[in-house]
């Protein structure tokens, strides 16, 4: 099944987007309200069930409370998750530090596995991480105007200049999504796929949900 959408209706999707990227990483984890319609539209095109989403927003939250008594001013954990796979970034002090921060968090409930990519490093700057979330906006913006990728299909984190991109998708779109990230803002470092793996048969049951596919959320073109 074919879905098309103008440009008209997908910028105010991309404004939503980078919007929300700006505001919750910059001020916090807080609720973030954008219209029903907007937030009903987001969570139907995620591939994780609900109860997956519910987890990982809750093992984002606690587990980036944990990290922090852990750390206190000496480094900084960004914590994400998807699907319950979780992903740590950020800064510590050494690597007795880095081991602690992930022997804890993979206590949490539900969590399935961890990749650790915490440098042992200084603390990034204010400057650097502000860097960080407008090279998540471009790239996030790039995948809205891709044909055949759907920019709720994935999540996209970047730390130190690093791209982790992350969903479930089909090998297709997981390259296509890697070339257009890569291209997407000249000082990415490298792109990191942390992707689970669907068939293209999967990816037509998943699109033949009505829930799946709203208007105003399937690529365009």
């Known amino acids: 099944m074919t879905f098309t959408v103008t440009a ?97 968090l993979s206590t949490l409930e539900n969590v399935r596995g961890i990749e650790n990519d915490l440098a042992v490093a200084p603390v990034s700057s204010v400057g650097a991480r502000s860097n960080d979330l407008l090279i998540t906006s471009k790239v996030k913006a790039a995948f809205i105007d891709t044909k055949d990728l759907y920019v709720n299909a994935f999540v996209v984190h970047t730390d130190r200049g690093v791209v982790y991109l992350m969903g479930r998708v089909t090998q297709r779109e997981a390259k296509l999504a890697t070339d257009v990230a890569r291209n997407a803002a000249g000082n990415i470092r490298k792109v990191v796929k942390l992707f689970e793996y669907i068939s293209e048969d999967d990816l037509q049951q998943l699109q033949a949900k009505p829930s799946a596919s709203p208007a105003g959320t399937a690529p365009a073109k």
Do not use: H, W
């Open 8 to 104: 008209t209706i997908r910028r105010p999707l991309a404004a939503i987007v980078l919007g929300a990227t700006l505001v919750t990483s910059l001020q916090g984890c807080f609720p973030l309200m954008v219209g029903a319609t907007a937030v009903g539209t987001l969570a139907a095109t995620d591939r994780r069930t609900l109860g997956a989403q519910t987890d990982d927003k809750s093992i984002e939250l606690r587990g980036e409370g944990r990290a922090k008594k852990i750390t206190g001013d000496s480094g900084r954990v960004a914590v994400t998750s998807y699907n319950r796979m979780v992903l740590l970034t950020g800064e510590v002090k050494d690597e007795a530090m880095k081991t602690e921060v992930e022997r804890q």
